[in-house]
């Protein structure tokens, strides 16, 4: 009976221990309420930051005009054209210095002279008989300089590039003018090339 007594009281007192005190119980719903505040933050800025990219979307949608017209073909540039009257001319009357005048002509999947927005190269090379060609000029336009060579009037719709060139450039050799388009829009370069010649 004595033994059954104080097994029943060493039973009663290793019961309490057996489960979580109420401190320790209150501690850990404390760090639980906490790491679900925590959440509930990071969730809320991700929700932020993720609207915003959805506006940001929608407006880069607007921007470019919402989505294209079936059966109509939209201009786009192919490629690059001099026209006839790009070449070397007097600069003065007296004929000392001569100008060289590069006329561009962005042109269209039909043949059609467009705008464009872009960066240019224009080079010319001497050819002489004998030795090696000579890069006489080598100029690169910026995206302002290309915008600002549009022209449109009486000789038609262009770009136009001026450089001043010395009279002895003619005393040896053809010249070769290099022209470079970069697409501002697509990163492509377009090129074209004309032997000119001195217009006197």
Known sequence: MKQVC?????LTL????????????SAQNDELRRSNMELERAVDELSEQ????????????AAEGG??????????LVGIELDRLTGVLPA?????AYELRA????????????????TARVRLVQTPADGDPMTLIDTAFNAEQWHAAYRDGITGTHYTFKTELP?????????????????????????????????R
């Open 167 to 199: 009279r002895d450039v003619f005393e040896h050799g053809g010249l070769t003018l290099h022209v470079a388009l970069t697409d501002g829009a697509t990163g492509r370069v377009y090129t074209a090339e004309r032997v000119v010649a001195l217009t």
């Open 92 to 96: 003065s009357a007296d004929a000392q």
């Open 6 to 10: 104080l097994l029943t009281l060493l």
């Open 67 to 76: 989505d294209p017209v079936d059966g109509v073909e939209v201009p786009r």
């Open 14 to 25: 290793a019961l309490p221990g057996c489960g979580a005190s109420p401190g320790r119980l």
């Open 50 to 61: 993720l609207a915003l990219r959805e506006q940001e979307l929608v407006a880069m949608r």
């Open 103 to 118: 006329y561009v002509r962005p042109v269209d999947q039909d043949g059609r002279v467009m705008t464009v927005a872009g």
